[in-house]
């Protein structure tokens, strides 16, 4: 997938074409687009400072110690196909105006460190684990709350959530970065196609419009964090997303905030959550899917395997229940704590006919929401039947916080194949555009989870 990159400069120039000048409405006006080749940014010294135009294709660039990456308020930064750069440890990419990467499936685009080795490992710890403790990680990408249009496709952005060296470089920053943070209540944020691999804390939306669909999100948070955080102001979807081994939910809904924009609407549907939750050591948080505080939204065909908690609905402070709706979730676990929390205890999650394993077949007839209950015949049962991923269980199975080496597609027999709910619409509320927004808003699928059997959902 190639793209030829070019900034337009759209500068109406009458042109009348008559079809009978009779009348003024027989003149029609139309414009002749100028276009202006965005300015090549050169590989020859590292990066530091204020930049616009795009990154060749092909190239390696690299920030220099120290530094940090600035797109000013009116200009756009666009990474072509194919492009690596390393960050240097507290470095960070600032965008007040346009920053927009264009991997494809073919040439992902990487913003990494370099010379990081990987430690998938389930019996190394978090606490020697590269991913969150080298001292060479990096801030991500902050977004000033002037930010229009956060773009990434196909991208690799790992080792992120180092501490700010000396003052934030913005106002709104402070201490250990986010891997991501986009705060505009009037900005479009697109995520798609794309990786998160390390980050000691999570990506956040403070507010704003977004699409954060098909990613692959690997051990995120050390002691705490969420995989997609929002926030007050924030509108959109979260689908068809991989999320294994984040420290506390995958994803979560909040109002909270007192930022600027409407009451947080987020959908989130046919996700994949496997072995979250763990690392959040506090009783009764972590886990999958989070919906909380004047939250509201719509979640659908969500696979849960083996994650500390289930959907959870919370009660204190209350998520928008009025207009919270959700069902067709597909529970999973290897031990009775997992199982005794797909409906979490002190809190309102309601169980759903539609739900797998039926609700009715383990919880009492008396059940009253948030209540404990006892579900030892579950255990192991209704295994999704991953095309390569050893359920039951091993010892320690949930420590696996790393997708690479498993294939978490279904196979055809699997039971959640056919089970998902499409009897809705995503909110859709970015354009949708091969540069300048979503290349596609994925509907809901009719198979659970990220992964369809035809082959739409999630890629990687």
């Known amino acids: 997938m190639k793209y030829t990159l070019h900034i337009v400069l759209c500068v109406f120039i009458p042109t009348c074409i008559f079809v009978s000048c009779t009348k003024k409405s027989d003149v029609i006006y139309t414009s002749v687009p100028v276009t202006k080749l965005a300015q090549a940014i050169s590989d020859a010294a590292p990066l530091c400072g204020a930049y616009k135009g795009h990154m060749i294709s092909g190239k390696t660039y690299s920030v220099a110690a120290a530094c940090n990456i600035f797109v000013d308020e009116g200009d756009t930064l666009i990474m072509d196909e194919n492009v690596h750069l390393y960050m240097s440890p507290a470095s960070s990419i600032i965008v007040k105006g346009i920053f927009i990467s264009l991997g494809s499936i073919d040439n992902p685009n990487w913003i990494t460190v370099k010379g990081m080795i990987k430690t998938d490992d389930p019996e190394t710890p978090a606490s020697s684990d590269s ?37 934030p470089p913005l106002t709104s920053l402070s201490g250990k970065s986010h891997s991501i943070l986009f705060q505009n209540p009037n900005g479009y944020f697109v995520m798609e196609d794309s990786w998160l691999y390390g980050s000691t804390d999570e990506l956040r939306v403070t507010c704003g419009k977004i699409c954060l669909m098909r990613n692959t999100l690997e051990k995120i948070g050390i002691s705490g964090g969420e995989g997609l955080d929002v926030k007050h102001g924030t509108i959109g979807d979260m689908a068809y997303n991989l999320i294994i081994g984040s420290a506390t939910n995958g994803t979560k809904a909040s109002d909270a905030g007192t930022y600027p924009g409407p009451q947080t609407n987020v959908n989130m549907y046919n996700n994949t959550y496997i072995n979250c939750g763990y690392r959040r050591v506090a009783v009764g948080h972590g886990g999958s899917l989070d919906y909380e505080e004047g939250a509201k939204g719509l979640a659908y065909n969500n696979l849960i395997i083996n994650c500390k908690y289930g959907l959870r609905v919370v009660n204190n402070i209350i998520a928008d229940t009025a207009h919270l709706r959700y069902g067709n979730t597909y529970n999973y676990g290897d031990s009775l704590n997992i199982v005794d929390q797909f409906y979490p205890q002190s809190y309102i999650t309601i169980p759903q006919a539609s739900d797998i394993p039926l609700p009715s077949s383990y919880l009492p007839a008396n059940y009253v929401l948030g209540q404990a209950y006892n579900a030892p015949s579950l255990v192991s049962t209704y295994n999704p039947m991953f095309v390569n991923f050893l359920l039951p269980a091993a010892n320690g199975i949930t420590d696996i916080a790393y997708a690479y080496g498993f294939n978490f597609r279904l196979r055809a027999s699997s039971p959640a194949i056919g089970k998902g709910y499409t009897g809705f619409s995503p909110l859709a509320v970015v354009p949708v555009d091969a540069i300048y927004g979503a290349s596609q808003i994925t509907p809901p699928g009719k198979d659970i989870g990220c992964y369809q059997l035809d082959g739409t959902g999630n890629q990687h």
Request: proline share 0%; glycine share 10%; net charge neutral.
């Open 131 to 167: 991913a969150y403790i080298s001292q060479r990680v990096w801030c991500g990408i902050n977004c000033d709350t002037s930010c229009s249009l956060l773009v990434l496709k196909w991208t690799h952005i790992e080792y992120t959530g180092g501490n700010f060296a000396g003052t």
